[in-house]
Each structure stands twice: as C-alpha cells, then as structure tokens.
C-alpha cells in the first residue's frame, strides 16, 4: 500500500511551479505508480466569483483553511500531495510540515528560485494576470527554505529558467522517489507515536519559556524549582490534552506563583501596568497628573472632547518611574456609558488603583469597576481616597468604612486605602510607596508567537502607521513580518519606541509604539491584534467555560443577548448556555447566578481568539444602575460547526426485571412505533432516579413499552427520565 507523502513548493508567483508541479504528479503517477494530488490554494479562489473583483479577507480565510483540509485529508487517504502555493513564509511551510507530522506522513520542500525579471516576462506572456508590484512583493517577503531551521532545508533548490522542463521534471522526481524509499513515506526520522511528537514539542517549548524566565530572575538557587514546574506542567499538559500555548501559559503563571512568593527581582528595568478605576469625576485623570512622568497616547484627556465635557472618553496611557521599574498608568473612564474602555484596559493591568471621592464615597461605577477587577482576576489593588480637601475628617473617616464595607467580600478585603487630593497632589509620596511594596515583578510569556493588542493607530507623516499597544506574549524586532487581525494583512515592522526612546526590540510586557509599511491607519481600530503570520484565528463562534457572578441579577436564557470583551475588544453576541450528555451538547434553559456552566456564544462579528483567552460577559443594554457585570468566561474549543441540541424530557417507570439482566419500563412512549424509532438509536438516553443511567434495546409487547440495559441496577417502579432531542440551530 502506498506511503501518504507531501511535496512542498516554494517560490514566487509566475516562477513556474504550476507548469512543474503538473508535470511532476504526471511522471510520478505514469513511470512510478503513485496516487499523486496536486492542491493549489487558486482552486479555491476560482470557486468564489467574487474574487475576481474584490478581496475579502474572509474569503481568504475560507480559502486558506479549504487549502489545509484538503492537503490533510488527502494525506490521510494515503495520497502524494504536490502544494503548488507560494509557501513563502516559514510559518506557512512549518503548519504544512504539521499536517504531514498529523498524517503521520514525510514530506520534502522544492524551492523554485526564479529570477524576478524572468518571473515578470513570464507573467506578462500570460497577460500578467498577476499585477508586477505583487509579485516585486513577494520576492522581497519571501522567506528562503533553509536559512534558519534544520526542517526547513530545501531537497531541491531549482531554476526553471536556466533548464529544460524535462530534465528539471526528471531531477525532481528522481529525488523525491529516493526519498520516499529510503524513509518508507513515513517519518522514519522521528519514528515517534503522536503523543511522543507531542512530548517532543512540549519540552522544547517549556525549555525555551524556561529560559527566559532564568535569563531575567538571577538566582540560580531557583533552578532545579523552575525545572521541576517545567516538569510537572509537561506530564499534566499531555494528561490532559493541553496544545503547546496552553502548556506554556500555564508553566509561565506557576512560574509567578514561585516568584511572586520569594519576591525575587527580575534583571533590569521592569515595566508594569496599573488602572486607574472608579466613578465618572472621583479624580482619576487629575491624579494621573500628579503621578505621571512620560506621557504618551491620548493621556490626561488631550482628546478635544475629553475636555470639552470635562470628563474622561477614552483610555490613556502614561509612566512614571518607581524604583527599578517602569509604571504604566493606565487611565480608565468612569462615566457608565463607557463601560466597554474599563472592560478592554482591564485586560492589560498587573494591578489596579480604585479612586474614591471622599465627599462622595463608594458610587455606582465604583461598585461595577470593582465587579471588573474582581472577574478578571487583578490580584492586588489599592483604595486611593481623593479630595480629601473638600471633606472634615468625620466625613473622611465615614467614606473609608463605606470602603471597607464594600472590600468585605471581595478579593481585596486587605488592600491599603491612602488618603489624597489630586488636584493639590497630597498624599502622592505615599501612594508610590504603598505601589511599590504592593507590586512585584511580574514573569510574562516572553516566549512563543507575537501577540499585540491595538490600543491606538494613527498615521504620522513620513513615516506612516503609528499602533500602540501592549505585548501580551512573544517578542518583535524592527524588520519583523507580522500580520494585522482579524483584517489579515501581512505588513512590516518599520520602527519601535517604548515611551519615546527609540528601540531594536521589545518583549512581552513593554508597552511600544511601532510604525507599520503597507497598512493603513484608518483600516485598524482598538482591539485589532498585531500576531505573527499564521499563527492566529478569526473566528465568530465560541466554545467556552463560563463562572456567573452571584451579585448579576436574573438568570441566562438560550439565546440572550450579552456583550463579550475578549482583550480590547468588545460585540455582542448570542448566548447558548449547555450541558454535556453521551458526548452530545443539551441547551439548558437557564442559568442562575453564582453557577457555573458550559457556553457556546455566536459574535456578531468574529474576532482574532485562541483556546485559553479570557473573556468577561456583560449585559450593556441594561440601565447603570443595575449590576451589567454577567460573569467571566474562559475559551476552551473554537468550534466550527457545533451540533447543539434542545431536550424534551419524557417520564416513565421502571416495571420489572427481565430473566436475562434488563428491565421493562413503561410509560415512556404512547405507541410501539415510537419504541422501535427509539430502540434504533441505541443513544443512553435513559436516567433513574437512583442515577442509573441505560440504553433503550427493543421495543416490547403490543404497546410503548421498552427493555432497557442499565449501567447500574435501577430500582423497580421507580421513575425514569429519556431525553428526546432535536437539532438546535445557532443563529
């Protein structure tokens, strides 16, 4: 039986590899009887007759993804597949090489060096349908197989321009068939099982993450403690069928948890990120004047119409420098109607500082922001009570028990709570050292693929566009290729300032400003995510394990309308809230606050996700006045065509014991027709009371009864349960 094997080529368009790939499939099918496939991503593109006019990144996406399914499932049948793309970076031949590792099949990279000037006479011969700038852009984008991985190596390296086609065709083939017999088709290389892969992987990541982490704390005492957690993280992760993100995050954050706990310092100037919460005018931008040193994006209420309705619209973003470390304040709105910019800079914080007027006290917009830090887990947060100027000390004291009453049962029972006027800056000296013995140094996911949430773009002239954001994962150096989500544009990292100062590199938790080539500012908006080419997902559908807070009021329906905020962006979107029977997803019909429960949530717009991502629910639409905060959510699958289904429930008794071990229950069905439709399923459907659960196997007599086989004796009249199920659709 013929070995599953995957050829990849490489190269420019108009560089020949159709002509070759064709001619390639037709000698290893005519003279070597091979099942040969050749899968091109234009197949998929000729399908849509839209693309003949305009680009949809969402038809990109579908192509993309058709392209890979197919290469898959043509590998699992045990074909030759031929990849006539560009495949012109390493990420893209690196997923190829996975899908292959997937199919437990070997694969080989053909890289097809044509010279531009004969790609675009050869593209002009054909009436140049390929624009030249595109493939000018291609050719300086490439990525060269080769040049920096092992894995990568080309088989081949060809020009098709300086031999004759059979003879090149001839080359190819004669290689490609050594291969395939010397390594039998199959990764001989490795020769591991998929869960030994997947270990494989799993070490080599958390070593690096490993590294990192040792690179920056300098105790070396620490080293076999970090190593056992490495360790244990990479048993439980295969255990529990993590992917490598999930493993990694999850050894980053025992990492800090070791950290945190011997209060080590980290190597170097760290940066940290602080909110600012509270109610709308409590003083919170007025106190970000007195703290801040560097100001950046849109702080201190430069926006015209920030100042002309005297309040806070949109968040800022400025420092100050506390010891060794750089303080990032980041400066929330208060006003309820901008609840979505508290939600996004929530997901950025290390720690928050609650602003609370002390003429005032605890307001509505306290009590929610308080609801956001809670959910989102900010483990450290500091009272700060503002215009202390205006107030006796009776009144002072009066605001600061209404605080205290407030913290009681929360997370933050013991935070410290500072007496200050911002607008006299009093109390700041303080303030910064309660920060400071309040924070540590925090260990970030300084390894795996770029992750950057937009907070601001811009256009600056002669340069271009200017994003801000914060590194939540991975690295970026100038010149770094990176793709713009969910528009899925590839651009180029052209410059990097962290707060001004002109930099070659930046890591997980600096907060940069970079200049992007080939994208537009008025294209990108906050929440837009800046990922490393291919390694990220657009999607609208949600698989996810949600907490409900116990203060939300009023239980979630099937598809109640809720807004989600997933890292700085926030839509709305339909809530199917579910449990899982016999591998089946049963809607429920509500959920009650305090409970916790599986969730599928259709977004009305779908946005750059990963399995692991938090996200916090919320119910906009209600007046202020009410607790909005639904609960906090975290994405367990990214489900692309779920079967979800509603739950008739139909009562019966169990009747009696049959001589061969089942049981006769009755009532469960009016008609012998019923029964036999039923039996046919073979679904275990059926619960006792006592728990037993069983499957219906026949019908039995003249009326609706049946014989049932339980996993557990049931007990005889007692009552039982089936489950009549239909397909519910998600809109």
């Not at 970026?476 to 962290?498: A, F, H, N, T």
């Amino acid at each position: 039986m013929q070995k599953p094997f995957l050829l990849i080529l490489c190269g420019i368009p108009s560089s020949g590899k159709s002509t070759l790939a064709s001619e390639i499939a037709g000698k290893l099918e005519r003279e070597h009887g091979y099942l040969t496939v050749v899968v091109t991503s234009d197949t998929f593109r000729h399908m849509v007759p839209t693309y003949s006019r305009v680009f949809k990144p969402e038809l990109e996406h579908f192509v993309r993804e058709a392209t890979s399914r197919t290469i898959e499932e043509a590998l699992r049948k045990g074909l030759l597949v031929v990849s006539d793309d560009v495949n012109y970076y390493r990420s893209i031949r690196r997923h190829l090489k996975r899908i292959a590792e997937r199919a437990r099949a070997n694969y080989a990279i053909i890289y097809v060096d044509t010279p531009l000037d004969v790609a675009f006479q050869w593209n002009k011969a054909r009436g140049e349908p390929i624009p030249n700038t595109l493939i000018e852009e291609m050719y300086y984008k490439l990525d060269k197989p080769g040049e920096k991985y092992k894995w990568d190596t080309p088989l081949l390296t060809v020009d098709p321009n300086t031999s004759k086609l059979d003879e090149l065709v001839q080359l190819v083939v004669s290689k490609v068939t050594q291969k395939i017999r010397e390594e039998g088709g199959v990764l001989v290389k490795k020769k591991l099982t998929e869960p030994q892969s997947l270990k494989k992987d799993l070490d080599r990541e958390t070593r690096h993450a490993m590294g990192e982490v040792m690179k920056r704390y300098g105790n070396l005492d620490l080293a076999k403690t970090i190593s056992d957690i490495r360790k244990k993280t990479v048993d439980e992760a295969l255990e529990q069928g993590l992917s490598i993100s999930e493993a990694t995050h999850l050894f980053y954050d025992r990492a800090e948890v070791i950290l945190k706990d011997r209060r080590h310092k980290i190597e170097g100037k760290t940066m940290l990120h602080v909110g600012l919460f509270g109610h709308v005018d409590h003083g919170k931008t007025q106190l970000a004047r007195c703290l801040t040193e560097i100001p950046s994006t849109a702080c201190l209420d430069k926006h015209p119409q920030a100042q002309e309705r005297g309040m806070s619209i949109d968040m800022g973003f400025s420092a100050f420098n506390l010891g060794n470390n750089v303080i990032t304040l980041v400066d929330l709105p208060g006003h309820h109607s901008l609840i979505r910019h508290v939600v996004a800079g929530a997901n950025i914080i290390d720690q928050g500082i609650l602003v609370v007027a002390a003429n005032e006290g605890p307001m509505v917009q306290t009590l929610e922001h308080l609801q956001i830090l809670t959910s989102l887990k900010i483990e450290r947060l500091i009272v700060a009570i503002n215009k202390i100027d205006l107030v006796d000390d009776k009144q002072l004291d009066q605001t600061k028990v209404a605080i205290e009453n407030l913290l009681e049962k929360t997370p933050f029972k013991n935070s410290p709570i500072l007496p200050i006027s911002a607008i006299e800056c009093e109390g700041i000296h303080e303030l910064k050292e309660a920060l400071a013995k309040n924070l540590s140094s925090p260990v970030r996911q300084w390894s795996g693929n770029l992750k950057v949430p937009i907070s601001h773009s811009f256009h600056v002239s002669g340069m271009g566009t200017a994003v801000t954001g914060t590194i939540l994962r991975g690295k970026v150096k100038i010149g770094d290729k990176v793709e713009v989500l969910p528009l899925k544009k590839e651009c180029k990292v052209r410059s990097l300032q962290i707060f001004g100062k002109d930099v070659k590199e930046a890591s997980a938790g600096d907060r940069v400003g970079m200049t992007l080539l080939k994208v537009r500012s008025k294209d990108l908006s906050r929440g837009d995510v800046i990922v490393a080419p291919g390694t990220m997902d657009v999607i609208d559908l949600l698989d996810l394990d949600m907490d409900v807070r116990p203060q939300y009021e009023g239980n979630l329906h099937q598809k109640d309308k809720v807004h989600i905020s997933i890292g700085l962006k926030t839509v709305a979107g339909q809530i199917y809230p579910y449990t899982t029977q016999q591998s089946m997803k049963i809607v429920k019909k509500n959920v009650s606050p305090g409970s916790s429960c599986k969730v599928l949530i259709k977004m009305q717009k779908a946005l750059p996700v990963e399995i692991g991502d938090k996200a916090l629910l919320a119910k906009l639409d209600l007046p202020h006045e009410r607790s909005r905060i639904v609960g906090i959510a975290k994405i367990t699958a990214l489900p692309r065509n779920p079967e979800l289904y509603a739950a008739k429930i139909k009562k019966g008794t169990v009747k009696k014991k049959t001589p061969d071990g089942f049981y006769i229950v009755s009532d469960l069905f009016i008609t012998k027709e019923a029964a036999q439709h039923v039996a046919k399923k073979r679904r275990k459907l059926i619960t006792a009371e006592s728990k037993a659960k069983g499957t219906v196997l026949q019908h039995h007599g003249d009326e609706g009864d049946v014989i049932v086989d339980f996993e557990t004796s049931p007990i005889i009249s007692e009552e039982v349960y089936y489950y009549r199920l239909r397909r519910v659709r998600i809109d």
